[in-house]
């Protein structure tokens, strides 16, 4: 039996502050979405995985899951019962008999936690992972408490939430078609069309992200686990020159920089990115950028140099490693480089999943000195320091 998992970012997530919604936010170095999609993507029972956005994230997203292997992402409603039911339905065509509906504001999911939903669905209808309550439990609605509540039946609830994929289905449209929007989560859903629902054991490190605060402790917490598992640090450098031709703009990080000239080369040309990418290379002991891609090989005329870096990226990933910090310098007499830093900086973030903290783009003349000077190129230096496992 399939089973297909839909992952709701639908909402704008601004409780946690900053401009961008929290599912978009770095922790440990990656959005918390994609360490949510990850974990999804990477169980061994899970056959598809379908997300649902907010409307106007396709961007955010887009960036957030470069080089995961997704359908296009549903666009959601006006609540999260509205964007779950749309994600539900783009399901409808992989004709799934399970399905886990989770959120992507919970990126501790466990493969233990999803791995028990799924072995329950045999048995059960709609499953959802519960924590028993410790607490005391008082019910007070105005501020003075009636009655002491026995917490041996009450549960805290999370997700991701399993169903039979046509109960499920049948009851979102049934919720929808009588105007019943209120529910907060699926199990709801399913209460509110009869189907009964089992709690199995969750997982306490399963939080939902909502505060700026869940997020700064997410991140210490993904990082500190990362750094701490690998504590071989690498520095590597990068040096590379291109001179100047006729042309119209020179690309710097990726980045197309209006310009009287453009920088000479087989590829792009990019002399910031073939930089960085031998010092990434050299971090990690490997031959340089000529090696991999020779410029006597007619496949790389022309050739975006981001290929480049992401094939440093892939030996770099190979061996497990991160990237701790990138330095970049640029030498030019022109173009002006510095109102477009921030462009690069993003771009290099987005390539390489790194928090654009973790990168630096510097720029600078040579007072008209030697080759660079007269204005006949322009040169990049570039240091990676990376972390290994040992
Ligand atoms: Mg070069």
């Known amino acids: 039996m399939t089973v297909a998992a839909v992952i709701v970012a639908g909402g704008s997530g601004l409780r946690a502050g900053g401009a961008k919604p929290k599912q978009y936010h770095l922790i440990g170095g990656k959005p918390v979405i994609r360490w949510t999609l990850e974990a999804f993507l990477s169980h061994p029972h899970v056959d598809h995985v379908q997300p649902v956005i907010g409307e106007g994230h396709e961007e ?3 960036q957030a899951t470069e080089g995961l292997a997704l359908p296009k992402p549903v666009t959601g409603g006006a609540n999260r019962q509205d964007s779950c039911r749309l994600g539900i339905e783009a ?7 399970k399905i886990l509906i989770h959120d992507a504001a919970r990126p501790f999911i466990s493969a233990g936690v999803i791995s028990a939903v799924i072995a329950e669905l045999d048995h059960a209808e709609a499953v959802i992972p519960g ?6 439990m008082k019910f007070a609605p105005d501020g003075f408490i009636e009655k002491t509540v026995d917490r041996g039946s009450m549960w805290f609830v999370q997700t991701p939430q399993g169903f039979s994929f046509e109960r499920i289905l049948a009851a979102h449209r049934r919720a929808a078609r009588e105007g019943q929007g209120g529910f907060t989560d699926d199990a709801a859903v399913a209460e509110f069309d009869g189907i ?8 306490q490190h399963n939080r939902k ?3 700026s605060i869940d997020v700064i402790a ?3 917490e993904l990082s500190a686990r990362l750094f701490a598992e690998r504590p071989d640090i690498r520095t590597g450098q990068g040096i590379d020159f291109h001179v100047f031709e006729a042309g119209d703009h020179v690309t710097l990080c990726g980045v197309a920089i209006p310009h009287t000239q453009k920088l000479k080369g087989h590829s792009d040309a990019d002399v910031a990115m073939h930089a960085l990418t031998d010092a990434i290379l050299g971090a990690l002991g490997e031959r340089d950028i000529g090696h991999f891609f020779p410029p006597s090989d007619p496949q790389w005329k022309g050739a975006a140099s981001s290929i480049f870096l992401a094939k440093a990226s892939e030996l770099l990933q190979a061996r497990r490693g991160i990237i701790s910090n990138i330095d970049l310098t640029i030498l030019a007499e022109l173009p002006r480089i510095g109102p477009h830093i921030a462009a690069m900086k993003e771009r290099l973030a987005s390539l390489l999943a790194l928090d654009p903290a973790r990168i630096a783009i510097k720029a600078t003349t040579t007072e008209t000195m030697g080759a660079i000077g007269r204005k006949e190129g322009m040169a990049a230096f570039a240091t990676a320091t990376v972390r290994l496992p040992l």
């Open 209 to 211: 992200l909502t505060t």
């Open 218 to 220: 997410a991140d210490r």
């Open 131 to 136: 924590l028993p309550v410790a607490d005391t």
């Open 196 to 203: 009964p629902v089992k709690i199995v054991a969750g997982d």
């Open 60 to 62: 955010l997203f887009r």
């Open 91 to 97: 399901c409808v065509a992989h004709a799934p008999g």
